[in-house]
């Protein structure tokens, strides 16, 4: 009687039985895992180097960092580029070229300001820790070192 209680009780409990039929169960080696990355180099953000970039047509996004590239852009800038000091939009300076200060720049020690859109006449490119690769003259104000991302090629 108790045992008809039992099986009334649970209904829905489906019985299990732990016997095995026919032969015992084989016992199987697991295959290694392959050895290739999760995700290629390609798809990872070059930014932050996230693995949750996803494709979005023909750009790939990463969501942790909201940087959008292009896969086939990726192969022409791995391109070497050549050595020396570019400009704000990317060209080559060289010594003796103009440049075209972009943006009003505050003089270190001094109250004047140079004003975007003056332009910079013979400058000399030199290697400077600090960042300020361009030596140059200004009229109104004297010798002074500027760098290259506040400037574009006249």
């Known amino acids: 009687m108790t045992s008809h209680?039992?099986?009334a009780a649970c209904p829905r409990t489906p019985q299990l039985s732990l016997a095995f039929s026919g032969s015992a169960p084989t016992v199987r080696r697991?295959?290694?895992p392959e050895t290739r990355p999760a995700m290629p180099d390609a798809m990872k953000?070059?930014?932050?180097?996230?693995?949750?970039?996803?494709q979005d047509r023909d750009l790939w996004v990463c969501p942790e960092c909201a940087h959008e590239w292009s896969a086939t852009a990726g192969a022409a800038a791995d391109a070497p580029q050549e050595?020396?000091?570019r400009d704000a939009?990317?060209?080559?300076?060289?010594?003796g070229d103009s440049v075209i200060v972009m943006k009003d720049l505050k003089v270190k020690g001094s109250s004047s300001v140079?004003?975007?859109g003056t332009k910079v006449r013979n400058i000399r490119l030199q290697d400077a820790t600090d960042g300020h690769n361009i030596a140059c003259k200004i009229d109104g104000i004297g010798a002074m070192n500027l760098k290259s991302e506040f400037v574009k090629k006249a």
């Open 5 to 7: 209680r039992q099986a």
């Open 30 to 32: 697991a295959t290694p």
């Open 45 to 54: 953000c070059p930014n932050c180097q996230s693995e949750h970039a996803y």
């Open 83 to 85: 050595a020396g000091v």
């Open 89 to 95: 939009h990317g060209n080559l300076l060289t010594d």
């Open 114 to 116: 140079v004003k975007g």
